[in-house]
């Protein structure tokens, strides 16, 4: 089945910092979502992004699927980014939204 | 909108004991997820369903099963609790449109403990 890898595994910032996560992953695919895991567990989607760039405030997104790999941005961090972000993905066998995830990048930003 | 929730919040089992757990959306979404995680791990697909009275298998499903009675519920039941079913459940919906899912709400999770 089709490999999700997410970079790095673990990343401390100082709050102000920018960063880049990135995700890459082995075949095609019909959708590619990024998630926010905040400390208290709760999954927040922050992007549906099957191709393209997409932005939303301080954070934005980049999928290249031709070359298998998408990008999180995250600019002028603040503590409040803090907790696991995963990268997600529906085969591109099927269109019924079967999301593999990646194993997750935990960020921690410090005041 | 309440969005996606879930009932209960937290729940332990004795090995053997039965439970469902009930994830309920009131964002008239088509398809709904079950996904359970583990300590430092990613999410991996139970079981979901592409509309009311259908379910079909996901990656892990052994020792569970699910229903969809209604559009707006989606139902997870352990027959038999074991310990490795420890775990914190999270259900999800996503709209559908023109053949395609589209983003995936999270309810808030149920954190089930199977001593």
């Known amino acids: 089945g089709i490999q999700v890898e997410q970079s790095p595994p673990d990343l401390i910032l100082q709050e102000g910092a920018n960063s880049t996560l990135r995700c890459n992953f082995s075949d095609s695919v019909n959708n590619l979502q990024w998630f926010h895991q905040n400390p208290w567990g709760q999954l927040i989607n922050l992007f549906y992004?099957?191709?393209g760039t997409k932005q939303n405030g301080r954070l934005s997104a980049t999928t290249v699927a031709t070359e298998r790999y998408s990008l999180l941005y995250i600019s002028s961090s603040q503590t409040t980014d803090s907790g696991v972000y995963f990268c997600?993905?529906?085969?591109?066998?099927?269109?019924?939204?079967?999301?593999?995830f990646g194993q997750g990048t935990t960020l921690q930003v410090k005041p | 909108n309440a969005g996606v929730t879930q009932t209960p919040k937290f729940r332990v089992l004795k090995t053997g004991q039965s439970m469902t757990l009930l994830c309920a959306q009131d964002?008239?979404?088509?398809?709904m997820y079950w996904y359970r995680q583990d300590p430092g791990m990613g999410l991996r697909l139970i079981h979901y369903s592409v509309g009311e009275g259908t379910t079909a298998k996901g990656e892990v499903p052994d020792g569970y099963n699910v229903s969809r009675l209604k559009k707006q519920n989606f139902l997870l039941g352990l027959e038999s609790a074991a310990p490795s079913q420890t775990s914190v459940y999270f259900c999800a919906s996503s709209y559908v449109l023109a053949g395609f899912s589209y983003e995936q709400y999270f309810g808030p999770g149920t954190r089930l403990t199977v001593t």
């Open positions: 997600a993905v529906d085969p591109g066998s099927s269109n019924t939204g079967k999301l593999i």
């Open positions: 964002m008239n979404h088509e398809y």
């Open positions: 992004i099957p191709s």
